[in-house]
């Protein structure tokens, strides 16, 4: 099956104040098209860093995303919107 996406190595870090607080640490994952996955996890998990991330709507602070063999971190903004309006469905929990 065709890899739609593939993480490698990814890393989010925040710093709050002084607190640096590690919301993603080291994750790989590999997503095949026509694959069906649920993030599942208690709060403060990093799911919705995650899907911030999945969703071109983040960054990572390090390591590789893959999306339809794109390195999404070689993309520019307009590139990245276009991605988000043809590629990516987003249902968020709060009304943004």
């Not at 991330?53 to 999404?72: A, E, H, M, R």
């Amino acid at each position: 099956m065709k890899t739609l996406i593939s993480l490698q190595g990814l890393r989010k870090t925040y710093t709050i104040g002084t607190q640096v607080v590690h919301a993603l640490d080291g994750l790989d994952l590999q997503i095949d098209r026509n694959e069906y996955v649920a993030l599942m996890g208690p709060s403060g998990s990093g799911k919705s860093t995650l899907m911030n991330i999945l969703g071109c709507l983040d960054s990572p602070t390090q390591g590789n995303y893959t999306l339809n063999q794109q390195d999404v971190a070689h993309l520019n903004e307009d590139q990245l919107a276009e991605i988000r309006n043809r590629e990516i469905g987003f249902v968020f929990q709060t009304f943004n």
